[in-house]
């Protein structure tokens, strides 16, 4: 038996968590995963229910959608581009990455992600910040679209 996560099967965690399919989302990682976070206001989050904790907040607030760009897949290494659009439903001082946001406005964020695997869990997962954008009032379906320009040839009709 396998002790990595294939492609395919990461692909399935992405589409989980753009579904908000807890379970399977959860069902990847290691117990004691830890999460590093490029939002300074965030950090480290660690386990499962600490990934739960900052998740469940934010996803009542916002829609976030992640659009696969770049994927390697080596042994137990994961290294993952996306660009990620935060789509707020109510007035807050501080969305991710401090942007004050309204009904409506989007941030979109571009990121890499580097997953350890041990035992066919995520127990470590570092992200780090290329760019990030305050959209403002735009489509998201218009929005991710254009994403999906740029991504590689497999991500262009990814959902």
């Known amino acids: 038996m396998s002790t990595q996560i294939t492609r395919k099967e ?4 992405v589409r989980a ?3 908000h399919d807890f379970d399977k989302q959860y069902s990847y990682y290691d ?30 607030v916002a829609e976030e959608v992640l659009v696969p760009m770049h994927l390697a897949v080596d ?3 994961i290294f ?8 707020y439903n109510k007035k807050l001082d501080h969305g991710v ?9 989007i941030i979109k964020i571009r990121v890499w992600a580097h997953y350890q695997i041990k035992n066919k869990k995520m127990y470590y997962i570092t992200c780090n910040l290329f760019q990030k954008w305050f959209l403002g009032k735009v489509s998201l379906k218009e929005a991710v679209a254009e994403s999906r320009t740029r991504a590689d040839d ?3 009709s990814f959902t």
């Open 31 to 60: 117990d004691d995963v830890i999460l590093d976070l490029p939002d300074p206001q965030t950090g480290k989050l660690r386990g499962k229910k600490g990934i739960m904790a900052h998740y469940a907040p934010l996803f009542e």
């Open 10 to 13: 990461f692909l399935e965690y």
């Open 154 to 156: 497999e991500f262009k």
């Open 17 to 19: 968590f753009n579904a």
């Open 80 to 87: 993952y581009v996306m660009e990620s659009y935060f789509c």
């Open 75 to 77: 042994g137990d290494n």
């Open 97 to 105: 990455f401090g942007y004050p946001v309204e009904p409506g406005d």
